[in-house]
């Protein structure tokens, strides 16, 4: 800022060097470029009325591009006709579809259902499944040989809260599937990762794939999905893999690209190969960094549970929505939480083993089952447990009158806030529609859509270069030729102010918990349920308080998009280089100093990641916001997976992911400049 | 060739043996497909539980209500108990156009939709449920996004209604409001309905909240097919959707290949019948009460028994 100031008072004072100028220009342009902006969005109604050129605020109907029959007729062709002589292109998906079953079953034959042979009433049982006691048993054993006691006690704690609370059965059907749906995320990740690591060229193919991935809404593709795998389970894992896999792909290539050259260097000197290397040497030591991957691989899988479930994946996520149908708050909070838990506990055991330290072997003169008593002990319980399954139903699933429930406490709870405090939470929503959401959306849905194509281009263009605004003029065209400009400016005007805010609390929390182990603690636990607690379940509490509205909207974005802020900020300032910091110590900086002048700046990159996965999040949410009845490109994609049209579902999917790929080419812009300013490149 | 012998030879003897009760024609489970909502799960669970007692195999496949028509065209599902007049017309129509899909007649359960106020607004305004009362005090409705307009809760876009045509056709003082999903919907009339605050919205049955709530649905001049269609029939001269909403039957559809394959099952499939009344009090049950699908299920099929042991004969 001080910076800024200095320039410009010094290009007014005398015919300043041009690179003097070069701020005060940009600033002027930026000035203008609002200015004209505003004018036009506040005048176009009269602008529109005054001529009677109504193609002002409305793209021309007639001049649309039918985009969306043709992908319909083009997916029709695909799933009807498309063959490959032998076989047909809906074959091959089917091929695939069975390729991901037959473990799927496997695993839920284990966990719950029993293995059988023969179908429905003629069915008979072979092997029971795992008892509960023993899955318990096992992840806790787990826990134990990963880390240590603390850790088998947190996890322990956590799948029993799924057999007192009575959710035992639906999360074990969320769990084979999840069980399955990780595993590809992260290694299909990583594969992909260390592909874009070694080719550049690859790298640049991969990355709008991974933005159309993770920005085009899960709702725009799962008509297709559903029509080329099959109704069931396995459709809603290939699109939760679809949904999760992105994060690990993009921090898989990140992460390699960080490994210091002194690591590869000496990695090199030691004679390994490119795989050795690879394998050897990079990946271990970006093993931090793509636990991160493996974190969000979870978080997401667990996130898709409730949209998994509308298209047959049962389980927790069903569960969530049958509830809350009755406004069972209570029962959709125990659902809800339970997908919370397993997150919890699936994500800290994956963290365990990443960083586990190989331990001495036992003396192998000592017989086995004083080498590995853990292991004996949970091989007797699985077995007594199961084969008593056969006999006694009690061990082969929790008993369900020993289970307990919050009951009607949480309905009376918001109950008690509904009748008490509804008319100050009225009040304070009032205001802030009135000072922030309102005028913000006056503002975009304001902008006449021939002027919104051509200052997203001079924006994107003055930020990330010409070909860049090119592109964002092209794509911002795309999305009025849909006739879906007003849908558009609505979204950006949500997503902008739900972002907005998410950083504005994000942000601070993150420095917070990045410094202070002890609020990270409590932080990271508020982070992962706020991420993993399915937005449904505190989407109607919130739309009982704040009514059916942007505002609703608005409040879930911001509780869904707030994650990566914080998490971003956090790893940023952890990952500041010790010595840096010490260096400041011993030059006599203050805590504050160096907070300010070292950490912030060296973590301005994560910073601006974790801005740039906040926009991504909150357009990801944009379907959730169609559910409170918002008129938005979300609502659009809904619209169309109720009608089943998969055209429009995709015209719409499009649009959001062209903003969502706008937005991140240009956040990453600001992000390199700043760093070529700060001197980190 | 061998396996079509056998299973000749299976069809000739359960024809020999069973010629009162028609034995299952195939062992491959008949996939029933099962929504989010609980009427609809009801609805099938019994059925379900009625070919079951045939002797068929069945299997419930949770899918969108909509999305379900593809997979019901390619026979990956083959039965849904539950197309509602109102809300899903257009997708049978568009599907049985195709020839995969078939109608399989009426479930005797009608769905009725139309705005519904609680029963303490009856002192706010007088008069009603005729909806020139309702108008009359527009105001009570009014919030501080809408005011001086009334606030009126319609359904998510996706159910249709022509609630806005209505209110312009009406000259109504309503702004219309569209709830995202039925869940909001009723989470508003809940924390309305705690605090007694004013709401006038869209409600349906068959479905629980009629039977939580008390009120009523508010009398509009009444549906026709002219009123829709032609501006100048109804009240308004100038303009359609100047009654109310119509009511309909809610229709049961299955994949064509249900009749080939199992011919005794589409024949119980196309005689299940269930009244408003007794589906009304199941989902209250289930929904309010907390008892699950199968008991409140188990507890209709034991009281009517004659009723449904006939479907599959």
Redesign the interface.
Same mark, same amino acid.
């Given at each position: 800022m001080t910076d800024g100031v200095h320039h410009h008072a010094e290009s007014a004072q005398a015919p300043a060097p041009v690179f003097a100028a070069v701020p005060s220009v940009s600033r002027i342009f930026w000035i203008i470029l609002f200015l004209i902006t505003w004018a036009l969005s506040t005048w176009s109604f009269a602008l529109y009325k005054a001529f009677d050129a109504r193609w002002i605020i409305r793209y021309p109907k007639n001049l649309e591009i039918p985009l969306d029959r043709w992908i319909s007729n083009a997916t029709n062709w695909l799933v009807e006709d498309l063959s490959f002589g032998l076989f047909t292109f809906r074959d091959f998906t089917r091929f695939i579809s069975s390729l991901v079953e037959a473990p799927y079953d496997l695993t839920r034959s284990f966990l719950i259902e029993g293995f059988t042979i023969g179908?429905?009433?003629?069915a008979l049982e072979v092997a029971p499944p795992l008892s509960w006691i023993a899955i318990i048993a096992i992840v806790v054993a787990l826990a134990l040989y990963a880390k240590d006691w603390a850790l088998a006690l947190l996890v322990g704690f956590c799948f029993s809260y799924l057999a007192i609370f009575g959710q035992w059965e639906s999360a074990m059907v969320t769990l084979a599937s999840v069980l399955i749906a990780v595993p590809i995320g992260v290694v299909g990740g990583l594969a992909l990762g260390i592909a874009a690591y070694r080719m550049p060229a690859f790298e640049r193919f991969l990355r709008p794939v991974l933005d159309l991935m993770q920005t085009v809404p899960v709702f725009a593709y799962?008509?297709p999905i559903?029509?080329l795998f099959?109704?069931?389970p396995v459709a809603a894992l290939i699109a939760t893999v679809i949904y999760a896999m992105p994060p690990m792909v993009r921090i898989s290539t990140v992460a390699l690209r960080t490994v210091p050259e002194e690591v590869i260097e000496a990695g090199r000197m030691v004679g390994c190969r490119r795989g050795q290397l690879m394998w050897k040497v990079l990946v271990p030591t970006a093993m931090p960094s793509l636990m991160v991957g493996v974190n969000q691989v979870i978080m997401l899988s667990l996130n898709m549970v409730i949209i998994a479930?509308? /298209?047959?994946?049962?389980g927790l996520g *069903?569960d969530v929505?049958?509830a809350? !149908? !009755?406004?069972?708050i209570g029962g959709g909070i125990e659902a809800g939480l339970a997908i919370v838990v397993m997150a919890i506990a699936l994500d800290r055991l994956s963290q365990a083993f990443a960083v586990r330290r190989v331990r001495p072997p036992g003396n192998s003169q000592m017989p086995f089952h004083k080498r590995h008593p853990v292991l004996t002990l949970v091989a007797l319980i699985t077995i007594s447990t199961t084969l008593a399954g056969v006999y006694f139903p009690e061990f082969r699933e929790y008993p369900a009158n020993l289970t307990v429930t919050t009951g009607t406490f949480w309905n009376s709870a918001i109950?008690w806030i509904? /009748?008490n405090f509804?008319d100050a939470i009225?009040a304070v929503k009032?205001v802030l529609?009135n000072f922030l959401l309102l005028p913000v959306k006056r503002f975009f849905t304001g902008i006449p859509w021939a002027w919104g194509i051509v200052v997203v281009g001079l924006a994107a263009a003055r930020i990330c270069g010409w070909r860049l605004g090119m592109m964002a003029a092209v794509m911002t065209f795309f999305i009025a030729a849909s006739g879906l400009w007003r849908e558009a400016m609505t979204t950006i005007y949500l997503c902008s102010v739900s972002v907005l805010i998410a950083s504005l609390i994000g942000i601070p929390l993150g420095i917070w918990a990045g410094q202070n182990p002890r609020a990270n603690s409590i932080i990271g636990a508020m982070i992962d349920t706020l991420q993993t607690l399915p937005s449904?379940v505190y989407? /109607?509490?919130v =739309?009982?308080?704040f !009514? =059916?509205?942007d505002f609703s909207a608005m409040i879930a974005v911001v509780l869904y998009a707030l994650a990566p802020a914080v998490r971003y900020a956090a790893h940023g300032i952890r990952s500041v280089d010790e010595e840096l910091i010490e260096a400041g110590k011993v030059s006599g900086c203050t805590e504050r100093q160096i907070l300010w002048r070292i950490k912030l700046p060296l973590a301005a990159p994560s910073l601006l990641l974790g801005l740039n996965q906040t926009i991504m999040l909150a357009i990801s949410m944009l379907v959730i916001?169609?559910?409170?009845?918002? !008129?938005d490109l979300g609502?659009e994609v *809904? /619209?169309a997976?109720?009608?089943?049209n998969i055209g429009q579902g995709i015209v719409a999917g499009l649009s959001v992911a062209f903003i969502a790929i706008i937005a991140d080419r240009v956040v990453t812009a600001l992000a390199r400049s700043s760093q070529q300013r700060l001197g980190l490149e | 060739m061998a396996r079509k012998f056998l299973a000749a030879v299976a069809a000739f003897s359960t024809l020999a043996v069973h010629t009162a009760a028609a034995g299952p024609e195939s062992?491959?489970?008949i996939k029933l497909t099962t929504h989010?909502?609980?009427g609809q799960i009801v609805t099938t669970t019994i059925m379900g539980e009625v070919l079951?007692n045939a002797?068929?195999?069945?299997?419930y496949?949770?899918?969108?209500?909509?999305?379900?028509?593809?997979?019901l065209k390619?026979g990956?599902?083959h039965v849904a108990m539950e197309i509602w007049e109102t809300t899903g017309r257009?997708?049978m129509d568009e599907a049985t156009a195709t020839g995969n899909v078939v109608n399989m007649g009426e479930t005797g359960m009608v769905a009725i939709e139309e705005w519904w106020y609680p029963a303490y607004m009856a002192d706010v305004c007088p008069g009603l449920p005729d909806w020139k009362a309702l108008n009359d005090c527009a105001e009570e409705f009014a919030?501080?996004?809408t005011a001086p307009l009334g606030r009126y809760?319609g359904g998510?876009?996706?159910w249709g209604g022509f609630d806005d045509e209505r209110v312009e056709a009406l000259g109504m003082d309503f702004e219309v409001?569209?709830?995202?999903?039925?869940?909001?919907?009723?989470?508003?009339l809940?924390?309305a309905y705690?605090?007694k605050?004013p709401i006038v919205l869209w409600l349906y049955s068959p479905h629980?909240a009629p039977s939580k709530y008390e009120g009523s649905f508010v009398k509009f001049p009444p549906f026709s097919v002219e009123c829709y269609n032609d501006p100048s029939a109804g009240i308004n001269p100038d303009a359609a959707y100047d009654c109310g909403k119509p009511t309909g039957p809610i229709w049961k559809v299955a994949w064509k290949g249900v009749e080939e394959k199992w011919p005794g099952a589409a024949k119980a499939i196309r005689a299940f019948h269930v009244s408003n009344e007794d589906m009304g009090e199941m989902v209250a049950k289930?929904?309010?009460q907390g008892m699950s699908v199968e008991d409140v299920v188990a507890e209709w099929m034991a009281a009517n028994k004659d009723s449904w042991s006939s479907w599959a004969q």
């Open positions: 179908q429905g009433q003629q799962l008509v559903l029509v099959g109704f069931g479930s509308m /298209i047959g994946a049962g *069903y929505l049958t809350l !149908r !009755r406004l069972d109950e509904n /009748i509804f009225e009032t529609l449904f989407l /109607i509490p =739309v009982m308080l !009514r =059916v509205g916001t169609a559910l409170v009845g918002t !008129r609502q *809904y /619209i997976l109720t009608k089943a | 062992t491959d489970p989010d909502w609980t079951k002797g068929y195999n069945i299997e496949v949770q899918a969108d209500y909509i999305a379900q028509f593809a997979g390619t990956d599902l257009e997708a919030t501080p996004e809760l998510p876009v996706t409001v569209h709830a995202g999903t039925d869940a909001a919907l009723f989470a508003e809940e924390s705690q605090r605050a629980w289930v929904d309010l």
